[in-house]
């Protein structure tokens, strides 16, 4: 079976403590609550945690969705964004299943990583680790104003920005990953085909604001 691998790399620095760190956690929840109903994504969609604070750690391995516990998480520390884009690039290499010429290995990963602030370690050094695998799509996300949309620009094409890190629009933004999950998982199965642009996902709600 290939799977679609969606890797969520979240900030857990110390200024996301209070509201949008319980945000995020409840995110997370409704966003596998939501895509445990879709069929599609039930069979196809697998998912991994990777947080990142004064250091990066994947606290969940890439993992079938009906097996998925979110352990709780804390805020604290700086935001070592380029050590996250580091271990995602390490992990998208041990865990996503590459095509041969046998068989046909995995979907190219999604990736939805969220940020409320700048980078506060050598992000260019991950970010050139990141840009040597094949991803289907990377969202990036400024959470609040106080995010520095520059650096994720550098990322990826697709980067959001919500006006507040509070939990109603946290939460809109992870309903909308989990119909951009569930539409790449339906896709996938339909096509045959990777998942490659804003394009194919669904539009964002009025909280997600896409910056050009």
């Known amino acids: 079976m ?7 790399v979240l900030d857990t620095s110390g200024s996301m ?17 939501t895509l445990r109903q879709d069929p599609y994504a039930l069979e196809t969609a697998y998912l ?6 004064s250091s990066a750690k994947q606290i969940v391995p890439l993992t079938e969705l009906a097996m998925f516990q979110m352990p709780d998480i804390h805020a604290s520390g700086a935001t ?3 050590e996250a884009l580091t271990l995602l690039s390490n992990k998208i290499d041990s865990e996503v299943t590459r095509t041969t010429l046998e068989a046909k290995g995995d979907w190219k990963p999604l990736v939805f990583l969220m940020t409320d602030g700048g980078p506060t370690d050598n992000w ?10 094949k991803v289907g799509i990377v969202v990036a996300c400024a959470a609040g104003q106080g995010a520095d949309t520059k650096p994720l620009k550098q990322i990826t094409e697709i980067v959001v920005q919500l006006d507040t890190a509070d939990s ?5 933004f992870f309903k ?14 339909a096509s045959g085909i990777d998942v490659g642009g804003l394009n194919e996902l669904p539009p964002p709600p ?3 604001n896409i910056v050009v």
């Open 80 to 82: 070592s964004l380029g």
């Open 48 to 53: 991994s945690v990777i947080t990142f604070d």
């Open 124 to 133: 260019q050094k991950g970010l050139a680790e990141f840009q040597k695998r």
């Open 17 to 33: 403590t209070g509201e949008p760190i319980e945000a995020v956690k409840n995110g997370v929840q409704v966003l596998v609550s």
């Open 168 to 172: 109603a629009t946290i939460k809109a």
């Open 2 to 8: 290939r799977r679609l691998p969606v890797y969520l």
């Open 176 to 189: 909308w990953v989990s119909a951009s999950v569930s539409t790449g998982s339906q896709k996938v199965e």
């Open 206 to 208: 009025p909280e997600v």
